[in-house]
């Protein structure tokens, strides 16, 4: 079976994103320069990541003098709702309230609030 291309990139594929989220645009050394601080990586590293984010649609790069600068094509809110449809879909059937009743800590399925009693069938608190 093929393997098909996911939405959400690999951890240091996403890495470089943020580094050009926060960037907006750049070259190679200043990428490298931000995703030294968690990950201490080659030039020749970040240049190749920086090339299949290219091939896969989420950078552009254009040529200045001899370098290439890189800006993000994919914002990082798509990103974020491509990884979120991901886990929905992957752990969850596709259920938004599964996931949200996973998130709030319950295990269980949703409580679904009961229909509004009329006025006069409601209990009286007061005495209690």
Known sequence: MPKTARDVPPPLELACLKALWT??????????EIVAVSRPLAYTTIMTVLDRLVRKGKLTRRKVG?????SPEASRDSMRRAAVRELLEGFFDGSETELLSFLRGSSKAPVIAPPPVESDQRIDTVLL
């Open 23 to 32: 960037l907006q645009e750049g070259n190679v050394k200043a990428v490298q």
């Open 66 to 70: 001899r370098a290439f600068v890189y």
